[in-house]
């Protein structure tokens, strides 16, 4: 009995005849080396799916080839952060025509260190780290392997570390201004994991502005929160059972901030009327939250896309020049934050 193409393993050829393009520009499409204009790409695509093409990438990595295969590690997949930090990455790495591996750390230093190994030994061509908890266990080791690697929203161990993120100790003061300027005085703050580079910048900008205004940095209304909702509601409960609680929080991220805004709430306290509340981040939800959150936005999707720019010219070109960009945050005015003296 004959099957015909069923028991015949595709090739190349048959993707070209399919498309009807030249081997070249198939190969090129493949291994995203040279150009081909985006209607190409698509019908080479289509060809490659109608025949049931597989990409042999073990066998072209062998022959001196790469993957076309970029490493992702996230902490979660639970936030609309890293939901937008990821469309920015699949635009790029599509339009580059690479695949992504995606490993989530739950945030186990044990499991980004094992995850990492994996990663760069022999299954990627580079790798993205998102919020990455202890790079400093194997950044080193990459170095020396010169495995092209870029931080997303860390600012790098040191000088000679490629990252992109947000202006963090910039965008909290921006918020600490804000609530400052509508004669809020006492101002909880819930800060992210402080063993995370951008929690530590957002506490130290909400330390400066008080600075800036000559206000005494006051320990019992700083708690160290974990950019969770569970846990930045129970210490909103404990900021807003001090005898002279704030009257407006500051959290660093938005997650936190709905945390925040279900505590007061079910204090029997109103936002903004009673509690002024702000957040970090600009995620999707802030807009339709009630009331909609005022906030701090970061270009997540532009810091997604930059990185894994960035990477792919290192991959292309190893000597690169190490770069670290930080992308500007801005204010966003909503609905949660009032003026002391309007209460």
């Known amino acids: 009995m004959n099957h015909g ?9 048959d993707v070209a005849r399919e498309a009807d393009v030249s081997f070249a520009t198939v190969s090129r499409v493949i291994n995203g080396k040279g150009y081909v204009s985006a209607q190409t790409r698509e019908r080479v695509l289509q060809a490659m799916t109608k025949t049931g093409y597989v990409v042999n990438r073990q066998a072209r990595a062998l022959a001196g080839g790469r993957h076309q295969v970029i490493g992702l590690l996230v902490p979660e997949l639970d936030t609309s952060y890293v939901g937008e930090i990821l469309r920015g990455i699949d635009e790029e790495l599509a339009a580059a025509s690479y695949d992504l591996m995606l490993y989530t750390t739950h945030r186990r230093k044990t499991r980004e260190s094992i995850f990492v190994s ?25 170095r020396r392997r010169d495995f092209p690697f870029v931080l997303i929203d860390h600012e790098g161990l040191d000088d000679k570390g490629p990252s992109v993120g947000a202006t963090n100790r910039h965008g909290a003061h921006q918020a600490m201004e ?5 004669g809020h005085r006492r101002i909880g703050f819930i800060t992210g994991n402080l063993e995370m580079d951008c929690a530590i910048e ?8 008080l600075e800036a205004r000559g206000i005494p940095y006051d320990e019992s209304l700083v708690r160290e929160g974990n950019f969770h909702k569970p846990l930045a509601y129970q210490l909103t409960r404990e900021l807003l059972g001090l005898p002279d609680p704030p009257t407006a929080i500051f959290a660093a991220n938005d997650v936190s901030a709905f945390g925040v805004m279900d505590a007061v709430r079910d204090l029997g306290l109103r936002i903004p009327d009673d509690v002024s509340v702000i957040g970090f981040d600009d995620i999707p939800d802030a807009q339709t939250s009630n009331p909609p959150l005022t906030t701090i936005r970061q270009p997540m999707r532009e810091m997604g896309k930059r990185a894994t720019r960035m990477l792919l010219e290192f991959i292309a070109n190893p000597d690169r020049e190490i770069e670290r960009i930080e992308l500007p945050t801005e204010l966003v ?6 003026a002391v003296n309007d209460r």
Do not use: E, F, K
């Open 5 to 13: 193409r069923a028991n015949q393993r595709v090739t190349i050829i």
């Open 202 to 209: 957002r506490l130290a900008g909400y330390r400066q502005a």
């Open 118 to 142: 994996s990663l760069t030994n022999g299954m990627t061509d580079g790798l993205l780290m998102i919020l990455p908890m202890d790079p400093a266990a194997y950044v080193n080791n990459i």
């Open 178 to 182: 804000h609530l400052l300027s509508l």
């Open 333 to 338: 005015v909503r609905s949660t934050c009032r």
